[in-house]
T-cell receptor
Framework: GESVGLHLPTLSVQEGDNSIINCAYS??????FIWYKQESGKGPQFIID?????DKRQGQRVTVLLNKTVKHLSLQIAATQPGDSAVYFC???????????FGTGTSLTVIP | DGGITQSPKYLFRKEGQNVTLSCEQN?????MYWYRQDPGQGLRLIYY???????QKGDIAEGYSVSREKKESFPLTVTSAQKNPTAFYLC??????????FGQGTRLTVV
């Protein structure tokens, strides 16, 4: 299968600081990328997505950046809050495809 | 409200037993998926189905079986052939050109 990897397995940030979570993908044919947040014992929740015809997309306190040249995806969380503590996964697929490929995840801990 | 529902939330299996995990969605999605998640690890694909009465093996299908008799339902059976079934199981569905929507998971433990 395809591999989607994350650079850092754990990340600790002070409350109020910005967080950046990185992800590398391997399939050049992937054109749709998604970030999910998973709290302990729960299913992943959609945060934000981006298609390959864009290099940046913003949501509420979150921004996803896509660099197709180096096949790199990042999630930026502004003014990180304790409720942001969770595991974050990136996923890649083709927009009309059927399979998603997930990274291992990065565990974000927010220090009050 | 539309969504995807997994049941039960916790499930205990004795050695040699088959158990079935339920997944139901009312999102009118064609595609449905089963993933296994082990502690500190990512999601691994067990099976997926793109349409009723059709399904494909994922990366770790051995010891599992599925059916897709209705669009809304995609049950997963963990058979006795699965030697290490203790894990967190996640079901997901996807509509046309959308992200995958996940259920809240079933935690299966062998006792």
């Amino acid at each position: 299968g395809e591999s989607v990897g994350l650079h850092l397995p754990t990340l600790s940030v002070q409350e109020g600081d910005n967080s950046i979570i990185n992800c590398a993908y391997s399939n050049s044919a992937s054109d749709y990328f998604i970030w999910y947040k998973q709290e302990s014992g729960k299913g992943p929740q959609f945060i934000i997505d981006i298609r390959s015809n864009m290099d940046k997309r913003q949501g509420q306190r979150v921004t996803v950046l896509l660099n197709k040249t180096v096949k790199h995806l990042s999630l930026q969380i502004a003014a990180t809050q304790p409720g942001d503590s969770a595991v974050y996964f990136c996923a890649e697929t083709h927009y009309t495809g059927n399979q998603f490929y997930f990274g291992t995840g990065t565990s974000l801990t927010v220090i009050p | 409200d539309g969504g995807i529902t997994q049941s039960p939330k916790y499930l205990f299996r004795k050695e040699g037993q088959n158990v079935t995990l339920s997944c139901e969605q009312n999102l009118n999605h064609d595609a449905m998926y089963w993933y296994r998640q082990d502690p500190g690890q990512g999601l691994r694909l067990i099976y997926y189905s793109q349409i009723v009465n059709d399904f494909q093996k994922g990366d770790i299908a051995e010891g599992y079986s599925v059916s897709r008799e209705k669009k809304e339902s995609f049950p997963l059976t963990v058979t006795s052939a699965q030697k290490n079934p203790t894990a967190f199981y996640l079901c997901a569905s996807r509509g046309m050109n959308t992200e995958a929507f996940f259920g809240q998971g079933t935690r299966l433990t062998v006792v």
